[in-house]
């Protein structure tokens, strides 16, 4: 019994440096994997600003055999006519709409 006594106090002291440190290892991983993620998404970065670039998008259109416009046309839109109000039954969907159908 005496033993036990002591034993218990040791044990839960093992369990739980045990416990402790493989939190840290978790911690560790952890931290190298966000510090890989934070490169790679520089990196990701770094290639988005380049292909966004206007000077490489310069040379793909002209390679394209895109050039600047040569000519600037303005066009006047004539508003829409109003849509027509429904004279349905809301509750009763579609089938009983009394809208004129186009």
Do not use: C
Request: a neutral charge; charged letters at 20%.
């Amino acid at each position: 019994m005496g033993l036990a006594v002591v034993l218990a106090p040791v044990m839960l002291y093992v369990m739980l440096t045990s416990n402790l440190t493989s939190l840290t290892y978790a911690l560790a991983s952890a931290e190298t994997q966000r510090t890989q993620m934070q490169g790679e998404v520089q990196r990701l970065d770094d290639q988005i600003a380049h292909l966004e670039s206007r000077e490489r998008l310069a040379q793909v259109a002209a390679k394209l055999g895109m050039r600047d416009p040569s000519r600037y046309e303005i066009v006047n839109l004539t508003p829409l006519p109003p849509e027509p109000k429904t004279a349905g039954v809301a509750f009763l969907g579609w089938p009983f709409d009394l809208r004129l159908r186009r």
